[in-house]
Nanobody
Framework: QVQLVESGGGLVQAGGSLRLSCAAS????????MGWFRQAPGKEREFVAA????????YYEDSVKGRFTISRDGAKNAVYLQMNSLKPEDTAVYYC??????????????????WGQGTQLTVSS
């Protein structure tokens, strides 16, 4: 079994920065990609960013381009999300996700078969 453990959420002032971390644990795991999604109250869970394990390709939702950076540590099966210039509209529960095989549809929730429990980010004005 694979478990995803998230950390790094919290309360941040607008314009501030925060770094989210997620690591797979419990068994040997070779993900095709890992990514981050977020869900605000009353809204659907939306894609934020993803990174592939082969090729190190990154993908971002338009609203976070230039502000967020996704990175990985293959040896630790870990993924990180550095969030800069945070805005109140970034407030959401952030979920780490892992896909065990290649799909080419990294924006889609259906491409991921493992999910973390979520970590709350609140950005105050």
């Amino acid at each position: 079994q694979v478990q995803l453990v998230e950390s790094g959420g919290g309360l941040v002032q607008a314009g501030g920065s925060l770094r989210l971390s997620c690591a797979a644990s419990g068994s040997a795991f070779s993900p095709a990609a890992m990514g981050w999604f977020r869900q605000a109250p009353g809204k659907e869970r939306e894609f934020v960013a993803a990174i592939t394990w082969i090729g190190d390709r990154t993908y971002y939702e338009d609203s976070v381009k230039g502000r967020f950076t996704i990175s990985r540590d293959g040896a630790k099966n870990a993924v990180y999300l550095q969030m800069n210039s945070l805005k109140p509209e970034d407030t959401a529960v952030y979920y780490c996700a892992a896909g065990s095989y290649y799909s080419g549809r990294y924006y889609s929730r259906s491409s991921y078969d493992y999910w973390g429990q979520g970590t709350q980010l609140t950005v105050s004005s």
